[in-house]
């Protein structure tokens, strides 16, 4: 399924990928708490329009109402127009909850900053896919 949606006039949206293969994404907020907190740094590998990308990724995405808000998110499945992500804090609802599918533009492979490593699965949630 291809990570687009479409506009009202039935072409694509245009929602602005990274500009780079790789990005450090630093967190702001709550929303992915506990798996990652804010100021964490994240090494993101960019995706394209129709990437792979699986359920229980954690990703960069941003949704076509929104197009300039970039979130860190947990991919649930995928969508007509998407990915439906949500963050692993259910208190925090800046995700597909409020804003619908979104578009991935990059996936976390690792948190760079402050504890160094892969990130784990959401506890008794989705599996997390391992880095390649």
Same mark, same amino acid.
């Given at each position: 399924?291809?990570?687009?949606?479409?506009?009202?006039?039935?072409?694509?949206?245009?929602?602005?990928?990274?500009?780079?293969?790789?990005? /450090?994404?630093?967190?702001?907020?709550?929303?992915?708490?506990?798996?990652?907190?804010?100021?964490?740094?994240?090494?993101?590998?960019?995706?394209?329009?129709?990437?792979?990308?699986?359920?229980?990724?954690? /990703?960069?995405?941003?949704?076509?109402?929104?197009?300039?808000?970039?979130?860190?998110?947990?991919?649930?499945?995928?969508?007509?127009?998407?990915?439906?992500?949500?963050?692993?804090?259910?208190?925090?609802?800046?995700?597909?909850?409020?804003?619908?599918?979104?578009?991935?533009?990059?996936?976390?492979?690792?948190?760079?900053?402050?504890?160094?490593?892969?990130?784990?699965?959401?506890?008794?949630?989705?599996?997390?896919?391992?880095?390649?």
């Amino acid at each position: 399924m291809s990570s687009r949606d479409m506009s009202d006039d039935g072409g694509p949206a245009r929602v602005p990928p990274l500009v780079t293969p790789w990005v /450090v994404a630093r967190v702001a907020g709550p929303s992915m708490t506990p798996t990652v907190r804010s100021g964490d740094r994240l090494f993101v590998r960019r995706v394209g329009p129709g990437g792979a990308v699986a359920p229980g990724d954690v /990703v960069l995405a941003r949704f076509p109402a929104r197009p300039e808000l970039l979130v860190v998110k947990r991919v649930r499945r995928t969508v007509p127009g998407g990915h439906w992500v949500e963050g692993d804090n259910p208190f925090v609802t800046d995700d597909s909850r409020a804003f619908g599918p979104a578009v991935v533009v990059g996936r976390v492979l690792g948190r760079l900053w402050p504890r160094p490593g892969r990130l784990g699965g959401r506890p008794g949630q989705l599996p997390y896919r391992s880095c390649p």
